[in-house]
Nanobody, 116 residues
């Protein structure tokens, strides 16, 4: 069974860099042509697709975040990561990692708050 687990700091101050890691088990992030994805849900709002990294290492970004976001991977630990630079309070959200194409699997999400 494929499982994803997000980890990272829950509280940041404005202008810091958010760094989240998604640990994947039950599948390899470097095989099978999947897209390993970051999605967030701000309070009271819908889901926002932030970007993805493919099994081959190609990255795709939501244009709204492309200037601040970076997605990377570590195939030796089967993890992929999101960095979001210069966070603002509006970046506070529930952040999920997911594998969306093929059978979909989601992590349970990690809450991030940005506050001074």
């Amino acid at each position: 069974q494929v499982q994803l687990q997000e980890s990272g700091p829950g509280l940041l101050t404005p202008s810091q860099t958010l760094s989240l890691t998604c640990t994947v088990s039950g599948d390899s992030i470097s095989t099978n042509h999947y897209y390993w994805t970051w999605i967030r849900q701000p309070p009271g709002k819908g889901l926002e697709w932030m970007g993805a990294i493919t099994s081959g290492g190609t990255t795709y970004y939501n244009p709204a975040y492309k200037s601040r976001a970076s997605i990377s991977r570590d195939t030796s630990t089967n993890q992929f990561a999101l960095q979001l630079r210069a966070v603002i309070p509006e970046d506070g959200a529930l952040y999920h990692c997911a594998r969306l194409n093929g059978p979909a699997y989601w992590g349970q999400g990690t809450q991030v708050t940005v506050s001074s």
